[in-house]
């Protein structure tokens, strides 16, 4: 008898440590928000159920709303489109809809896509980053949703890095572009359906337009958990995002691409490895190795940057060898990305002074700062530029403390 209490307890236990993203939520409890409804969905090939059905494959097959359009970000709606590419509109071979493409020459919906549409609804997995440009396509499907008076709804997931850490200057306005869109640092530390509550509370759209916005919350995840932990499983949300060990640390490594030395694209782990042609290897890993980076092993790498299909055609030194770091996470829970992309970078340029360079607009619109270059160049040290942008991080989390639904 016992034994069977004992079983019968565990089950509750289990069933209620499953986290379940606002997609299951919005089928299972709330589909009144949008049953009979004329939707559009913006939407890509993360946004999956957990029998592994596409949302909007399973919504077309119930029949209980009519699907005017589809909404596609970089990448396309199905994720298979290299990182920068121009896609065009198109129709979806497996529904027949009409999908519009936002990362074109258009990148927020108009007037006409919207023609029709009660209910705008936005699933995308995003990776905490602030120039990972869903969050962008989020920002101006919002907006858009505002000056046409449509109502939206975000199906929110976890944040895959987690929701603690917060890091990175925040944005200034001469740098703002599609890769840093609104005032928030590199890494923000919130979901995307916290992230869509603050862009509309906090009057940051044009003429102060605010929309009809209602949040699926996901349940049963906690702001310290990272993916690893979700119980789900991982898709990757763009061609170069293959792990969620490359997701963590991916806040401070894209800052590579703002300058002369290759982020990985071309190798099977982007992000992961980094290197250049005249960069010594053994000499950066023993300066890396006096500072006080946590959660990460550097180990030395030679490789060549290839064209991969569906990943990038062109990369960085594309055919020519490199010399750099492969990237391991030993701690996840110990990783700070952006001081780890800071340090890396600074370590490279105090070595090779005059190999290094970097792509000042890339770099600025990234950084989302552009004083940080003359500081790295000036040779202030790591702390000294983490530190210039503490007293502004500190103002942020106190706006961002309004609008976190977790604990």
């Not at 763009?238 to 969620?244: K, L, T």
């Not at 790498?301 to 030993?330: E, H, R, W």
């Not at 890339?362 to 552009?370: A, P, T, W």
């Amino acid at each position: 008898m016992k034994t069977y209490i004992f079983l019968f307890l565990l089950i509750p236990i289990f069933s209620y440590s499953k986290v379940l993203i606002g997609i299951e939520s919005l089928i299972s409890d709330q589909f009144h928000l949008i049953e009979n409804k004329n939707i559009g969905i913006i939407t890509n090939h993360t946004s999956v159920i957990p029998s592994g059905k596409h949302f909007v494959d399973h919504l077309f097959e119930m029949k209980k709303v009519n699907i005017v359009a589809l909404f596609g970000p970089e990448h396309g709606i199905r994720g298979d489109i290299p990182d920068g590419s121009i896609i065009n509109n198109s129709i979806d071979a497996l529904t027949g809809i009409t999908i519009y493409s936002l990362y074109g020459d258009i990148r927020k919906p108009t007037k006409d896509m919207l023609k029709g549409i009660d209910v705008l609804i936005f699933d995308i997995q995003d990776v905490g980053a602030r120039f990972y440009t869903y969050i962008s396509t989020l920002n101006n499907c919002i907006e858009a949703a505002a000056e046409n008076n449509i109502k939206f709804i975000v199906c929110d997931r976890p944040n895959p890095i987690g929701g603690v850490k917060v890091a990175g200057p925040i944005l200034k306005p001469n740098v703002k572009s599609f890769v840093g869109i609104q005032p928030i640092p590199v890494q923000h530390g919130m979901t995307v359906g916290e992230l869509a509550m603050m862009f509309n509370d906090e009057g940051w759209f044009e003429n102060n337009v605010k929309a009809d916005l209602t949040v699926i919350k996901v349940r049963n995840w906690s702001r310290s958990q990272l993916f690893d932990q979700t119980g789900m499983n991982w898709i990757n949300p763009s061609p170069n995002m293959v792990s969620s060990e490359a997701a963590l640390i991916y806040p401070g490594l894209c800052l590579i691409e703002g300058t002369n030395v290759s982020e990985g694209r071309g190798t099977l782990k982007p992000f992961l490895t980094i290197g250049a042609p005249y960069i010594d290897s053994d000499r950066l890993i023993k300066e890396l190795q006096q500072t006080d980076l946590k959660g990460v092993k550097f180990n030395s790498i030679s490789f060549t940057p290839v064209a991969i299909k569906n990943m990038n055609a062109n990369p960085k030194y594309k055919d020519k060898p490199c010399k750099g770091l492969q990237i391991q996470v030993t701690d996840p829970q110990e990783v700070e990305a952006v001081k780890l992309g800071i340090t890396i970078i600074y370590l490279i340029n105090s070595l090779h002074k005059s190999e290094f360079k970097f792509d000042t607009t890339r770099f600025n619109r990234l950084m989302g700062d552009d004083s940080i270059i003359d500081k790295i160049l000036a040779g202030k040290t790591p702390e000294d530029i983490l530190g210039s942008w503490e007293s502004e991080l500190t103002n942020f989390i106190k706006i961002r403390e309004k609008y976190l639904f977790y604990n």
